[in-house]
């Protein structure tokens, strides 16, 4: 919590100091540029992972339990891979958390709400999910998170208490609309890059190996690639003694309603 805020308060000290040295001639300009980097550096790299929790308070993980338990969260549906995503979870009695768009849940209603009524968690992960949402006004983010919510409560009579931003970016506003929307934000220990790697074993490699009690599986719904490393994984799961439930159950975040 408030990292930024010291690391602000540091590189502001380490820049008036440099600035000093400077004028008094003792150090050279470069260490001043360094520092102003630096800082740079540290803040982008707190927008881009949200495990860091750089500009607040964001769930990536739970403390590890004896009950082998993890949660495998999928992102941007739903979509009608969401069917078999649900059917694989079904066959392999997993439970998940499936963070769904606004405008997708439109869509398809009626796999929203099986989501739900399979005994799944539904997250909210805005209403449209644009590329520049990151750069929104706080407002304009609580109005993306209001609108989901309202889509979301239409197809499944169900409110949610969590959040995960488009692309995990966090920021100032982001952590301004989750508060004003009353939202847990949510990321993940494990990042699958479902979306981005071709090769189905690879994905697998990324997850297996690591994967242990307590950690939060970033999937997305949206692919036949998916709906295939999934089956793996479940197997793989059920090898491990490894049992996924809904993030919000595994965080212990009270659901709304
Ligand atoms: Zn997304």
């Known amino acids: 919590m408030l990292k930024h805020q010291y690391i602000r308060i540091i590189i502001v000290i380490a820049s008036f100091v440099a ?27 707190g927008v881009f992972d949200i495990r860091l929790g750089y500009f607040g308070k964001t769930h990536s993980k739970a403390s590890r339990n004896s009950s082998k338990q993890v949660s495998l969260t999928f992102d941007d549906g739903p979509c009608p891979y969401t069917n078999q995503v649900l059917d694989l979870l079904d ?61 979301i409560a239409k197809a499944t009579n ?30 993940w220990s494990i990042r699958s890059l479902d ?20 950690d939060i599986v970033l999937l997305h719904d949206t692919s036949e690639r998916t709906v295939r490393v999934l089956e793996q994984l479940l197997i793989k799961m059920k090898e491990m003694n490894l049992q996924s439930i809904p993030v919000d159950r595994l ?5 709304n309603g």
């Not at 409110?159 to 990321?187: E, L």
Request: hydrophobic residues 40%; glycine residues 6%; charged residues 20%.
């Open 19 to 45: 600035a000093i040295g400077y004028l008094y001639d003792y150090w050279s300009i470069y260490w001043f540029v360094l520092i102003a980097l630096i800082g740079l550096g540290l803040t982008a790299w």
């Open 91 to 151: 066959q392999y009695d997993m439970k998940a958390t499936f963070f769904c768009i606004g405008q997708q849940v439109l869509k398809y209603p009626e796999i929203a709400n099986r989501i739900i009524e399979s005994g799944h968690s539904i997250g909210n992960h805005s209403f449209t999910h644009r590329k520049d949402i990151a750069f929104s006004k706080a407002g304009e983010m609580a109005t993306e998170i209001q609108l989901a919510d309202d889509a």
């Open 158 to 187: 169900s409110t949610t208490p969590m959040y995960r931003p488009p692309f995990g970016v966090t920021n100032p506003n982001v952590i301004k609309a989750c508060k004003a929307s009353n939202k847990q934000i949510i990321g």
């Open 195 to 214: 979306t981005v790697i071709k090769d189905e074993k690879r994905i697998l490699n990324r997850i297996v190996p690591r994967l242990k009690a307590g």
């Open 251 to 255: 965080l212990k975040i009270e659901r």
